[in-house]
């Protein structure tokens, strides 16, 4: 299963870190928001080993759920991210103990998150770029979609949306209308 760990670091509240705990031989490094914490995690033996040069790194909380996790996005206590096709939100007001709000499931694998004001774009593999509206945590609702190749990873900036789109480069969407996105 895949596992998503939320663990302090020096000056930050919290952080989230992602890898797969059930593929043997398998080794996942990530490097933290805080440019000064590697994870290092080997699941030959379904260990975590951490290189730090900050001693101050505590294991306070996990999320583990069927599906890779490839991105997430934090703002305020509020997680977003991606659990196989299944785009989350997750209340991580209470780092040990965090709470799902509400669940979409998408076309595909999401891949990238950006979070602007009431919507979430979410770079959905093959399924390119999918807008969901979370003004209602509750209830994500898709409201709509741009078809892209392969889309890996997304970036907001004014009313545009940046998709990574594999072999394709850089797909520059307008989404003043996000349910109509050009």
């Not at 998408?106 to 959905?124: F, L, M």
Request: aromatic share 8%; proline share 5%.
């Amino acid at each position: 299963s895949e596992i998503i760990e939320i663990v302090t670091i020096a000056n930050l509240v919290c952080s989230l870190t992602f890898g797969q705990n059930n593929s043997p031989g398998n080794i996942f490094t990530e490097l933290h928001p805080s440019r000064d914490i590697h994870r290092h995690m080997n699941f030959t033996q379904n260990k975590t080993s951490q290189t730090t040069s900050d001693s101050n790194t505590t294991l306070i909380g996990r999320w583990a759920e069927n599906g890779p996790c490839y991105t997430v996005n934090l703002s305020g206590n509020i997680a977003y991210f991606g659990n196989g096709g299944y785009f989350k939100i997750v209340d991580i007001s209470d780092p040990v103990n965090p709470i799902e709000l509400g669940k979409i499931l998408t076309p595909s694998v999401v891949k990238g998150i950006v979070v602007s004001e009431s919507y979430a774009y979410v770079a959905n593999s093959s399924a390119g770029l999918r807008i969901i509206d979370i003004s209602n945590p509750s209830n994500p609702t898709e409201i709509g979609f741009f078809n892209t190749e392969y889309a890996t990873g997304v970036a907001h900036i004014s009313s545009y949306i940046y998709v990574v789109d594999g072999v394709n480069g850089i797909r520059i969407i307008d989404v003043s209308t996000p349910s109509d996105p050009v």
